[in-house]
């Protein structure tokens, strides 16, 4: 495995999501194991989902899910193929206690209970200074 983490460089992060701004939400990737990756977001000023200097719910999740294809697109470029795009299959449960307020730094953790077939079911929990602001489980799915 490579060791160039934490990659802060937010255009090269950018690029490992199919997302493309205004609409990404995750700018470093802080840790990447086989099971496992942590991303993170700076929430800025000119964020789509900031509204008087508050980071919504759906940022919150649109983040969350971003740091699963962040998972993804980092396992493709270190067997140097394109990343797929992928969309969210269903969330089974979220449960956001905190919304981060402007330039709070959120850490998004992702463990990867099951892949199989292109479809990732996946754990999620959002810290701020370590501590615990949101939760939930997603199950992604590859498009073919």
């Known amino acids: 495995m ?7 460089d937010e255009n090269f992060v950018g690029n490992l999501i199919p ?4 609409f990404v939400m995750v700018d470093k990737l802080l840790s990447f194991s086989e099971n496992e990756v942590v991303a993170g977001l700076t929430v800025s000023e000119d964020n789509i989902f900031c509204d008087n200097g508050t980071f919504q719910e759906s940022g919150l999740i649109e983040h969350m899910a971003q740091s699963v294809a962040l998972f993804t697109g980092y396992q493709f470029y270190l067997k140097n193929e394109p990343a797929p795009t992928g ?11 905190t919304l981060p307020k402007l330039d709070d730094k959120v850490e998004t953790t992702v463990n990867v209970l099951h892949e199989f077939m292109g479809v ?12 615990e602001i949101a939760r939930g489980q997603m199950k992604t799915v590859l498009a073919s």
């Not at 997302?19 to 205004?22: I, L, R, S, Y």
């Not at 969210?88 to 206690?97: E, R």
Request: overall charge positive; charged content about 15%.
């Open 120 to 131: 990732t079911l996946v754990d999620i929990v959002s810290k701020l200074n370590n501590i």
């Open 19 to 22: 997302q493309k701004a205004p």
């Open 87 to 97: 969309y969210i299959g269903s969330i089974k449960s979220i449960a956001i206690t």
């Open 2 to 8: 490579e060791n160039n983490l934490p990659i802060l």
